[in-house]
């Protein structure tokens, strides 16, 4: 077995599998697609974890498409899920499998059933058959056809084989129990008459298997031991075991077992909805950037690295819930800024005049493509004379009092070169500013020592190259656009701005199609695959150097908006391009973050409390934010004296504390630095569970006080007693009773619902883990 393990719950059962010596000790996974549509960020995570643990215990996964619809199903999209998953770092040897393989053994398992009492053809509507199902709260009624005599069912069958019925005409339904409590086990259909093309069988066949027929019987012929779901599969694991313990015997016998899927903001993963943004001409295609397809991913440029350590960061749960999106953008921020080389690019520029610059002289300057890590070597010539462009939001005729940028009389280090400073401001008719008219210090080039307000990113007026520059962000404007009555009204209108414009260093002219660049003070951009050229790239901006979302940090963003226009199709002309003073403003937006690292850079006092923080464990983010404002690193220093888990207290601070105050001052709050320190104790030492936490720290916000004693004034302290765990979830299965009886007729979504409650009904303050298993024991 190759080390490290995975740690999660799935694992766990693996490693307890192979103790046991079950099935010999094999592990055999699968990842079994529908080939009808491209692969998304979801099904990344299924991938992952499947090859992952199979690979973990020297098992293999089996590769499997599962063809068994024919109307919806395509060779294209066969070859690009292929891709996907080799893209993703994940091979299958000579262990790639089709539903279609077992067409003839299923079909021969079918006739089995017939032949053996526990199947029948049902020559019903199929309304009839709906409805005579019944449901959670109603039993079905038996079809009039259930007891067709077995030789009866087995010539009808026949001739559905052969072709001699129409579709819809009869189906073959397993014969279970019409009063089962799971809708599901109620006679379920096993196959079913479609006259279609198959894209790989031809027109061999003209009736198919139903998935919950089909999955069962392939795992089994391919000696699958883990079949490894997501939770919309619960249910469906009775009707799994009955087709196998039906058909068996089996070795190995393949087990189900369901986690959470990956349900991620502001996004859909609905394929009907990915479907719809793609024919309404809504984004450019499945590959468009802003798709949360793998395709659409890898075109933006994010790297297959990026994706495993987001599926390791967001771990394997058993319950379902929205994954914050910040958590993938932190992802690929930490893999890009591993491996892009820093380069120059000016997105909305504003021209400079150096008037002390000697007309006609340029000079190549050296410039590192590491400016930070010099070990790692390189570095190309960048021509500097006398017109250069900056970004023109880096200018201010009258600038803020903490203004670091250019103004008139300020000075400016441009990035790998000399100090300016700004001396004139020329404008248009209009009073439009067109230029700046600027002094060069000649002798600043190497003066280490020579401080101007901050660095600016900059190139030449005429020697830089043009670019097509996308800036690419979220598709929606809103978290859980699947919530919206319309979600195409979530559509972010500025998910995708062209800068028209915008210029690049000569060295990028020949950047290769798929490379990465950190573009200086923008953001990481990738050499887009497609529409790049030799002497013409195109850069599509996979991410911002920093969250410019996160309305919850100490950097206080602006509020983005929500609208119902339509996004831009990629690669087609941008709303922003039709509208160029609304288009230039969005390309040049800088974050506060990059102010901030202007900041340190003009001053040791906030650069050394930033390193001090980093020393303490905080992430670079969580350091930045942290140190950036004297009145939070106050604050900051105050809770850790009282408690010195930093990393444990930053996350309170930052994800917790910053959304609760809003924009009210800390220095105003009834709560103390020391005291949150002392808070964060208590959830540190599981005094507190995070639902309990958050009420707590809520209340210390409003009236201040001990929290200790306001723990215990409201009641807020862990339970772990199993005795009054137990008699909460008595209350709440009472008052709940017909919920209770609905998750008993197979409704088992609602075990969620149920978790809540208790959880409410203890104020949050329950053992999670705890109340979970005494649901399911009271539930049986």
Not at 180 to 202: E, F, Q, S, W
Not at 245 to 256: A, V, Y
Request: charged share 30%; proline share 6%; with cysteine.
């Amino acid at each position: 077995m190759a080390d490290p393990r995975p740690q999660n719950f799935l694992a766990d059962i693996i490693e307890a599998d192979v103790a046991a010596g079950r099935d010999g000790g094999r592990v055999v996974t699968r990842f079994p697609p529908e080939p009808n549509g491209f692969l998304h960020i979801g099904h990344s995570k299924s991938i992952l974890l499947n090859f992952g643990l199979a690979k973990a215990y020297g098992g293999r996964t089996h590769f499997r498409f599962d063809d068994t619809n024919p109307v919806t199903e395509e060779t294209e999209y066969v070859e690009a899920i292929q891709a996907d998953v080799r893209w993703l770092g994940c091979e299958w040897g000579d262990h790639l499998y089709y539903a279609s393989d077992f067409f003839e053994q299923m079909y021969q398992c079918a006739e089995r059933l017939v032949r053996e009492g526990k199947a029948y053809v049902d020559t019903q509507p199929q309304d009839a058959i709906r409805e005579q199902r019944g449901s959670f709260d109603r039993p079905g009624v038996a079809s009039p056809f259930r007891d067709r005599p077995a030789e009866e069912s087995l010539a009808l069958l026949q001739r559905m084989r052969a072709g001699e019925l129409p579709d819809g005409a009869a189906v073959l339904r397993a014969r279970i129990d019409m009063a089962h409590p799971n809708v599901l086990m109620r006679d379920p259909l096993l196959y079913r008459i479609r006259h279609a093309h198959h894209h790989r069988t031809g027109d061999r066949w003209c009736i198919y298997p139903m998935y919950d027929f089909a999955h069962p019987l392939e795992d089994a012929f391919e000696g699958v031991t883990h079949s490894i779901c997501t939770l919309e599969f619960e249910s469906n694991r009775e009707l799994y075991d009955w087709v196998l313990d039906s058909l068996g015997p089996w070795s190995p016998r393949p087990h189900q077992y369901e986690f959470a899927r990956l349900a991620l903001g502001y996004t859909v993963m609905s394929k009907r909805k990915l479907l719809q943004l793609v024919n309404e001409k809504r984004v450019s295609g499945w590959d468009d950037p802003r798709m949360p397809t793998i395709a659409g991913m890898r075109r933006r440029g994010v790297t297959p690295e990026a994706l495993r350590d987001f599926a390791e960061l967001i771990g394997v749960a058993k319950n379902n819930s929205v994954v914050d999106i910040g958590k993938l953008e932190y992802a690929i921020r930490s893999d890009l800024e591993k491996r892009t080389p820093r380069a120059l690019a000016v997105l909305n520029p504003l021209r400079v005049v150096l008037t002390n610059w000697p007309e006609g002289k340029l000079e190549e300057l050296e410039v590192p493509w590491w400016p930070a890590e010099p070990a790692r070597g390189g570095s190309r010539k960048v021509p500097f004379g006398r017109e250069l462009l900056v970004e023109r939001d880096d200018f201010a005729e009258d600038p803020p009092r903490d203004w670091k940028r250019l103004a008139p009389g300020r000075e400016v280090r441009l990035a790998g070169a000399y100090v300016i400073r700004c001396d004139e401001v020329l404008k248009s008719a209009s009073g439009a500013v067109e230029a700046l008219r600027c002094t060069c210090d000649l002798a600043s080039l190497r003066d280490g020592a020579r401080r101007a307000g901050g660095t600016l990113n900059w190139v030449h007026a005429t020697r830089s190259v043009p670019a097509q520059v996308r800036l690419y962000d979220r598709l929606f404007a809103v978290e859980q656009p699947d919530a919206e009555p319309d979600f195409l009204a979530a559509l972010n209108p500025d998910s995708l701005v062209v800068a028209e414009g915008a210029r690049v260093e000569p060295a990028l002219a020949g950047a290769e199609p798929g490379s990465r660049w950190q573009f200086l003070r923008q953001g990481y951009f990738f050499a887009d695959p497609v529409d790049s050229r030799p002497g013409a790239p195109a850069f599509n901006r996979t991410i911002t150097l920093k969250d410019t979302w996160a309305s919850r940090s100490a950097a206080r963003p602006e509020p983005r908006r929500a609208a119902p226009a339509p996004a831009t199709p990629a690669g087609g002309e941008a709303a922003g391009g039709r509208d160029g003073a609304r288009a230039q403003g969005a390309t040049a937006r800088r974050t506060r973050a990059d102010a901030r690292a202007e900041l340190r850079a003009a001053n040791p006092e906030l650069a050394a409390r930033h390193a001090r923080y980093l020393g303490l464990g905080l992430g670079e983010e969580e350091a930045d934010l942290v140190s950036a404002d004297a009145g939070l690193a106050a604050f900051f220093d105050a809770a850790v004296a009282a408690h010195p888990n930093a990393r444990s207290v930053a996350r309170w601070l930052l994800n917790e504390l910053a959304g609760i105050t809003r924009d009210r001052e800390l220095a105003t709050l009834p709560l103390g630095g020391a005291a949150f320190g002392r808070f964060v104790a208590l959830v540190d030492a599981g005094k507190l569970t995070p639902a309990s936490g958050k009420a707590l720290l809520a209340d210390l916000v409003a009236q201040g006080g001990e929290p200790a004693e306001r723990m215990r004034a409201l009641g807020l302290e862990r339970v772990d007693d199993a005795g009054a765990i137990d008699a909460a979830v008595g209350r709440v299965l009472e008052r709940h009773a017909a919920e209770v009886a609905r998750y008993r007729g197979g409704e088992r979504k609602l075990f969620g619902v149920l978790v809540g409650a208790v959880m409410k009904e203890t104020n949050g303050a329950a053992d999670a883990a705890v109340v979970r298993k005494t649901l399911e024991q009271r539930l049986g």
